[in-house]
């Protein structure tokens, strides 16, 4: 069964519908994986996402912070979630594929600014956090899965504009880098983005704060792809969409995709 996934931090689902609406209808993903959607579920406009196409939807909502969702135009089932690290956000939800692939949607917390869990209980949790995933993937080896989202990690030196400048930087920092890597070796998950794209510099979040972000380009890969090694070799046709971060009204965040031959 071929599918198309996209990930995006949206920034609010409900401030950005039009963004996603023009999205879904431009790109037309099978499946939209969002993160901080800042909304109860029941707020989720899937009226307009349903007219699209979208017809299916996993969701974890909270009211003005976090959130994730999962549409689809295939048939999804809701398939859980994990309160990592006990912060009782909405940060994880899974989905279950009719043919068995899972999909985890995560939206790992950003850590702060200070990379120090002494003086910065956001960067504690954080680390927390992935310790959890990397426990969880060790108790349940994960098979036949896909997990997407805004980790707010840029591991690679050439997933950061300057390596130099962003190591003491929360997002690039050297215990973040090896937090992410155990997770992602406790579950066998293969980086896929970086499976099709394995050279070159590779962003998908440019700062509010810069004020031509294009030009300047000081940008982070803070969102990914991953799969399980069984179906990792299915998967292909990876592309970050860097003009969506240049519509009106943006997030900072542009689209990551992958498609999937199963």
């Avoid at 909502?61 to 689809?72: D, F, M, P």
């Avoid at 510099?201 to 803070?222: C, E, F, H, T």
Wanted: net charge negative; proline share 6%; charged share 30%.
């Amino acid at each position: 069964m071929p599918f198309t996934l996209a990930t995006w931090n949206i920034n609010s689902v409900r401030l950005r519908e039009g963004l996603v609406a023009r999205l879904l209808t431009e790109e037309a993903p099978d499946i939209l994986c969002l993160q901080e959607c800042k909304s109860p579920v029941e707020k989720i406009p899937m009226e307009r996402f349903r007219e699209l196409g979208y017809r299916h939807m996993v969701a974890r909502g909270q009211k003005g912070y976090n959130g994730v969702a999962i549409l689809s135009k295939l048939p999804i089932e809701d398939a859980g979630d994990k309160d990592f690290a006990a912060l009782g956000h909405a940060r994880h939800v899974a989905g279950r594929l009719e043919d068995g692939t899972t999909i985890h949607n995560f939206y790992v917390p950003a850590g702060g600014d200070k990379p120090d869990r002494a003086v910065n209980e956001k960067f504690g949790q954080k680390l927390d956090y992935l310790t959890e995933m990397r426990d969880w993937f060790h108790a349940e080896r994960p098979e036949r899965a896909i997990l997407v989202g805004d980790l707010n990690i840029a591991p690679r030196e050439d997933d950061v504009w300057s390596h130099k400048k962003m190591v003491k930087v929360v997002s690039h920092t050297p215990v973040e880098v090896e937090h992410l890597g155990a997770a992602q070796e406790a579950g066998g998950w293969v980086d896929v983005t970086r499976a099709d794209i394995p050279e070159g510099q590779l962003y998908s979040w440019w700062s509010y704060r810069s004020p031509d972000w294009d030009a300047a380009d000081k940008g982070r890969r803070l969102d990914h792809i991953w799969a399980t090694p069984d179906i990792a070799g299915a998967a292909h046709g990876s592309r970050i969409l860097r003009p969506v971060r240049g519509w009106e009204q943006p997030s900072d965040h542009a689209p990551v995709f992958a498609s999937f031959d199963l």
